[in-house]
């Protein structure tokens, strides 16, 4: 068996290698289960674990016993060994966020801490770290056009800087969207002078729906709602 535990990710099968005499039969635990294999006649066999998951994330091998082919002759041995399966990292995007043409929006990544994200944004290729909170705040600059952005891969080193340290990474495919809205507008419309004691209209025209406050001859503010067809008919006298 190797001097040291080996470390995987999910998703992924391992391998051990036994070593001794030639020809013979090793008995051995896994899990608690006794299993047999027969060396080569360059005395090594190799194992391939199942794939670790969430449900089986060690396999843990024990020797037990090595029997010789010719003679006949046996011992009792030691020696073990864990194979383990560290969580796959995963990441997930905020809702698409709303914001006024002119203003800054932002995105939220949320995922495995302490991992690195690779993402798009508007088609330019950009990773970021997701540090001890498992999240990220990206924030756009001032923006006039909506802005998509899109996870591609997501990577987590169990012990960074450790050369034999699995790097556990997956593909992602999540979307997110800033959606740039146009700033409402409106004008005003009125007829001609009007002769004293008649009444006249003013006819405000802007974005459908929109909400206009004004002052009439530089009084208190007045609010008014401009219809689904963006007008409003203000009577006057």
């Known amino acids: 068996f190797p001097s040291h535990d080996k470390i995987t990710c ?31 006649s360059l005395g090594n066999a190799k194992i391939t674990t199942p794939t670790l998951s969430s449900s089986n994330p060690i396999y843990r091998y024990e020797l037990k016993y090595v029997m010789a082919k010719t003679p006949s002759c046996g011992q009792t041995i030691s020696g073990t060994v864990e194979l383990k399966g560290n969580e796959m990292p995963t990441a997930s995007i905020s809702a698409n966020d709303t914001i006024c043409m002119g203003t800054s929006g932002k995105v939220t990544i949320t995922g495995t801490k302490e991992s690195t994200v690779t993402y798009l944004e508007d088609g330019v290729r950009k990773t970021v ?4 909170t498992g999240t990220a705040v990206l924030t756009t600059p001032s923006l006039t056009v909506n802005s998509v952005f899109m996870l591609e891969s997501i990577k987590k080193q169990e012990l960074p800087g450790n050369a034999t340290s699995p790097v ?3 593909l992602l495919s999540a979307r997110s969207e800033v959606v740039v809205l146009t700033l409402p507008n409106v004008s005003v419309t009125s007829l001609p002078d009007l002769c004293s004691g008649t009444q006249g209209q003013v006819l405000f025209t802007g ?13 208190v503010d007045e609010s008014l709602k401009l219809d689904v067809n963006g007008q409003y008919t203000n009577i006057v006298t």
């Open 207 to 219: 974005t459908p729906n929109g909400q206009v406050t004004y002052r009439k001859n530089n009084g």
């Open 129 to 132: 770290t997701l540090g001890a």
């Open 10 to 40: 999910w998703g992924e099968r391992a391998e051990v290698t036994i070593t001794g005499t030639p020809d013979g039969t090793v008995t051995y635990g896994l899990n608690g289960v006794d299993q047999q294999v027969v060396l080569s």
């Open 168 to 170: 556990c990474s997956q």
